[in-house]
């Protein structure tokens, strides 16, 4: 294969995989693994063959949101293999380490064995992976937006300020090493009260609208807050599995995925 303009600059594609999104977040705790699950499963859905790494190495969540605890296998090359649900190709840095032993791995241990791991999955002919990245703008999160061919990212954040400021945050990492903002996506954005039928704007109103203004970068959803997409999670049955008819997160994660 021919060398891209980004090979050059010492970042490089990822064998069998066509296009590479990153979500991201400043802040921990916004939603990000459940905004990355659900886009993955509605990008599956819409027909894409999509895979999903879980790049969190502290704080792996995906396994558990997908309800699997299978663990991927490796081939005669050493590729690790990705273990499928729902459609999506899945593998979990956290895969690798043992269950029950904290993680402690230094920094640049860390890095160095994200540089890797990204390269040693045997994906399987995908059109995007979604890269689930570590919450925040240290050092890992960092090396993989310097070292991995991007296509784009998408940045998670709720309407509250405090987000906002992270989010604002990794917008500038990714744009330092020139990887276009997709757009922003706003979770926990309202609650609708099923008892009055009143909307609540319980982390503010109109946070990621006006900040996607600001950045110049589109607003590519708003998901409300529903007991539905927590519980979906614990079960490990996302909510983008869900009739959309029945549930407006559902309806909102395909809505985006079409985009
Ligand atoms: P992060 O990856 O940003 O740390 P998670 O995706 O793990 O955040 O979400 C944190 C918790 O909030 C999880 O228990 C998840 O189920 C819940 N959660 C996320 N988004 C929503 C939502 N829109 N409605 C209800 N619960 C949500």
């Known amino acids: 294969a021919g060398a891209t303009a980004s090979d050059k600059l010492g970042k490089s594609s990822i064998p069998g995989v066509k296009k590479i999104i990153a979500v991201a977040s400043g802040k921990g705790g916004v939603g990000k693994s459940t905004v990355a699950s659900n886009l993955a499963i509605a990008l599956a859905q819409s027909g894409l063959r999509v895979g999903l790494c879980d790049c969190d190495l502290y704080g792996p969540s995906i396994a558990h949101m997908f309800g699997t605890d299978e663990r991927p296998y490796q081939n005669d090359e050493q590729q690790i293999v990705p273990i499928e649900k729902y459609g999506v190709q899945l593998i979990s840095m956290g895969f690798l380490l043992d269950d029950n032993s904290p993680v402690i791995v230094r920094g640049p241990i860390a890095t160095r064995y994200t540089q890797q791991f990204l390269r040693q999955v045997a994906w399987d002919n995908l059109d995007v992976l979604v890269l689930d990245l570590p919450p925040g703008t240290g050092d890992i999160q960092l090396t993989i937006v310097q070292t991995v061919s991007l296509d784009g990212a998408v940045i998670v954040t709720t309407p509250q ?99």
Not at 163 to 188: C, H, S, T, W, Y
Not at 224 to 246: F, N, S, Y
């Open 161 to 259: 300020e405090v987000a906002l400021i992270d989010a604002r945050k990794a917008v500038g990492m990714f744009q330092k090493v020139n990887v276009p903002i997709m757009g922003i996506i706003e979770n926990m954005s309202y609650f609708l009260c099923p008892s009055d039928g009143q909307v609540y704007h319980i982390f503010g109103k109109g946070g990621g609208e006006h900040e996607a203004k600001r950045l110049g970068v589109p607003l590519l959803g708003q998901i409300p807050i529903e007991m539905h997409v927590r519980e979906c999670g614990d079960e490990g049955h996302p909510i983008a599995l869900e009739d959309p008819a029945k549930s407006a997160s559902s309806k909102a994660f395909r809505e985006i995925a079409a985009k």
